[in-house]
């Protein structure tokens, strides 16, 4: 029967790696899954906060490991054991019902369920929580509770396409095409800052009756993709003219270079497209290059070979065709791998998985923190 | 060797501790940058992470550091 490891490295000095240990490692280790001898359920979905990590598998169950001192992996810390997770530990369904998104941001996650039931948990005092004015927590006061998860008030229709959170904000992008959000707004993430600096429960984000494709969240601004209008990109938050204006010129630079499928990305500070034009791979990308987070080019391996792309806080991963995974930017916790220079700082693209371990089904860069899930 | 500054980030962004008397801020390792708010009184900008090598400069005009201050006496 098929089975999956879980391959990680990095920032784990709360257990997010869900290792067993708290020490950070530059090269992959396996990830224990509690009382679970062999995973055979395919992992969908990785999610990081700032110290704790969400696993979503096929059939809708959610491990979590790391810290969950502020109840951000949905279990009681009051109980014994549950304030800090140090290896994945299911989450058990509520009411029974199979979870369907996760998303997770500094110090709190937020689940969606088959129901369409959106919950909340962690600690959130940007509004980040969504469940109404200056509720900042949801850890219970009782230690008989075994869940700190909270319903938003949020009807999410026919369901619900995507959720992304940043480390202070989270957007939800509905099957009707709706585009909701809330959290910290200081910047204008999700509104004018003019009407509210916080925004304590989910809102519309308004997009002119353009079709949303996709979002991105940054730490200061919200990126949206739209299917029609004058621009590709519109940008709410810090700076957001310059940015819209450099977004463009990105995209019209990949498209008329023939690059015509692209996705997007973002750490925390930058944006990234991850174009193809059928035969080779690029990237173009804006924003903070304090530690090469932005790469001026692939290398011609990459660029023939790179086939998705996945971005933590301050680096990235590529997933080759030879199934083969690369790291570049911040690496000092050794998210990046093994550093042979040097430095903190990974300017062209490091191996950290050679492919041999296993097929690769899905990566996903974190706080300081790779993931690579392999099919064995 | 000290790197580049990471990035620049205004006071309003930081959460600030009466009790401790630090201003802290998500750092990308997982850790938090601070710095005391009598660095700031004394023209400190710089918040550093007590886990890795990186730094964020902090924007503030010394006025700003009133509303700060005034938690203290409370
Ligand atoms: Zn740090």
């Not at chain 1, 997770?104 to 959106?118: K, P, R, Y």
């Not at chain 1, 962690?122 to 109404?132: A, H, V």
């Not at chain 1, 998705?308 to 080759?320: A, I, M, P």
Request: charged letters at 20%; aromatic letters at 8%.
């Amino acid at each position: 029967m098929v089975g999956y490891d879980i391959l990680c490295c990095g920032s784990n000095g709360n257990y997010q790696l869900g290792t067993g240990t708290s020490e950070d490692s530059a090269v992959l280790q396996n990830a224990v899954m509690r009382g679970v001898d062999r995973l055979t359920t395919k992992p969908t979905s990785i999610r990081c906060g700032g110290n704790h990590t969400l696993m979503l598998v096929e059939l809708g169950d959610v491990f979590v490991a790391g810290d969950n001192s502020k109840g951000q992996c949905g279990l009681n810390p009051q109980i014994d054991g549950q304030n800090c997770l140090s290896q994945f530990t299911k989450l058990p369904r509520l009411n029974g019902k199979r979870w369907t998104h996760i998303s997770a941001g500094w110090d709190f996650s937020v689940l969606i369920n088959e129901n369409h039931e959106v919950y909340a948990c962690g600690e959130g005092l940007n509004g980040e929580l969504g469940l109404g004015e200056l509720v900042t927590s949801t850890l219970s006061k009782s230690e008989e509770d075994k869940f700190t998860l909270l319903r938003i008030n949020l009807d999410v229709g026919s369901g619900v396409r995507s959720i992304k959170s940043s480390i202070h904000h989270t957007v939800i992008l509905l099957k009707s095409g709706v585009l909701l959000g809330w959290g910290n707004n200081k910047k204008g993430q999700l509104t004018p800052v003019s009407l509210s600096k916080l925004v304590w429960s989910p809102q519309t984000i308004e997009v002119d009756g353009n079709r949303v494709i996709g979002f991105n969240v940054c730490r200061d601004f919200t990126c949206i993709e739209l299917a029609s209008g004058r621009r590709r990109f519109r940008i709410l938050g810090k700076n957001a003219e310059e940015l819209e204006e450099e977004a463009h010129q990105m995209f019209q630079g990949l498209t008329e270079n023939g690059y015509d499928s692209f996705t997007v990305h973002n750490m925390w500070t930058s944006l990234h497209l991850f174009g193809s034009n059928g035969e080779n791979a690029t990237v173009s990308s804006m924003g903070n290059n304090s530690h090469s987070q932005r790469l001026e080019s692939l290398p011609d391996q990459l660029q023939k070979d790179a086939m998705v792309c996945s971005l933590g806080s301050e680096h990235g991963l590529f997933l080759t065709m030879s199934n083969k995974v690369y790291a570049w930017g911040w690496g000092e916790h050794g998210n990046c791998g093994v550093q042979k220079e040097e430095g903190t700082v990974f300017a062209t693209p490091n191996e950290i998985y050679d492919g041999r371990a296993g097929r690769v089904v899905l990566i996903q860069g974190g706080c300081a923190t790779s993931w690579v899930v392999t099919q064995n | 060797m000290s790197e580049a500054i990471y990035d620049q980030i205004e006071i309003e962004d930081f959460t600030f501790d009466a009790t401790t008397e630090l201003f802290t801020y998500p750092c990308p390792c997982g850790d938090r940058f601070q710095i005391a708010l009598v660095d700031l009184e004394g023209g400190d900008d710089i918040a550093v992470c007590p886990s890795c090598s990186l730094m964020v400069k902090i924007i503030f005009e010394s006025e700003d550091l009133k509303e700060y201050q005034d938690q203290l006496d409370m």
